[in-house]
């Protein structure tokens, strides 16, 4: 793989990853456009370092405002902690059930692996794109017409439990579904929820910081089970053959790093300047354009 489709990619994947638009869609028709092998354990490899790159860019970007409101004193670390985890736990809950409705109802309990290839074609990313565009649209407008007849700035409200069940039960949808903005659907979730955008902004994205190495080591885990089938319907070495791609994929990551950063400013920007509804309507656009890419066989 050239070091120009590795930046591209990098770059890609930080702006699309932290923006309200699924990085998933984005980097999977991405892949398809430059014909890259999106199974292979060379390409694995630098997924995930993109993917630290990103969650560097939210801890650098959000450290401030974590250390001001969730790190202020033990009390709101505890009280903070409680919420991300109660929000987790209940995005286990729903991706689990999802996933087993999936397998008895779609793919009648084919491999998990199955799931994943199949979340992962562009005619199942355009209507998750369609609906991401939607909710955020949506909260989008509401939120809108709310800042105009209250003109005065939103007051800091504790984030309550209800709310947080709300924005893990949704993202817990996002998971499995690509396409499905998981940024764009929370943030969204807890404006509807009744959250301030502020709130709802560093929540979604210090659930990120929880969710992140989780991903990242079902990738790898995915890889090696991968490799190590490979190599018994071969009879070759069932090692991951990366070493010649960690310094290109180190450059991907830096990149991504940086790209996330830009994202994160885009992000608040307009999410305070109430243009938030804008990434609902690119969601909607894109969605059209990935199901047109579907029916030229990409």
């Known amino acids: 793989m050239s070091l120009l489709k590795i930046v591209v990619l990098a770059i890609i994947q930080g702006l699309a990853e932290l923006l309200p638009v699924s990085s998933s869609a984005h980097v999977i028709v991405a892949e398809k456009l430059m014909g890259l092998d999106v199974t292979s354990p060379q390409m694995t490899l630098l997924l995930v370092m993109l993917h630290t790159g990103t969650m560097f860019a939210v801890i650098v970007y959000f450290w401030r405002s974590w250390k001001e409101s969730y790190f202020s004193s033990m009390a709101a670390f505890r009280q903070i902690a409680v919420r991300i985890i109660y929000a987790t736990i209940l995005t286990a809950i729903v991706y689990e059930v ?11 309990n084919v491999a998990h692996a199955h799931i994943e290839d199949m979340f992962g074609r562009l005619n199942w990313i355009a209507p998750a794109l369609f609906a991401a565009g939607v909710l955020i649209l949506i909260a989008g407008l509401l939120r809108r017409k709310e800042d105009e007849r209250n003109s005065s700035t939103e007051r800091p409200r504790e984030l309550t439990m209800g709310q947080a069940a709300w ?17 764009g659907a929370t943030i969204s979730t807890g404006m509807l929820a009744g959250v301030t955008k502020q709130q709802s902004e560093v929540f979604s994205f210090a659930l990120v910081v929880v969710l992140t190495p989780a991903a990242i080591a079902k990738e790898v885990l995915r890889a090696v089970h991968a490799q190590h089938a490979q190599a018994l319907a071969t009879g070759t070495s069932a090692g991951l053959h990366v070493s010649g791609l960690f310094l290109p994929s180190l450059l991907g990551m830096i990149f991504s790093f940086l790209a996330g950063l830009v994202a994160l400013k885009w992000l608040s920007g307009w999410l305070e300047n109430g243009r938030w509804y804008l990434f609902g309507i690119y969601c909607l656009l894109a969605s059209v354009a990935v199901y047109g890419f579907y029916l030229h066989g990409f």
């Not at 924005?167 to 940024?183: E, K």
């Open 167 to 183: 924005i893990g039960l949704v993202q817990g949808i996002c998971v499995p579904f690509r396409g499905f903005s998981r940024s």
């Open 98 to 108: 999802l996933k087993k409705i999936l397998e008895k109802t779609v793919l009648h």
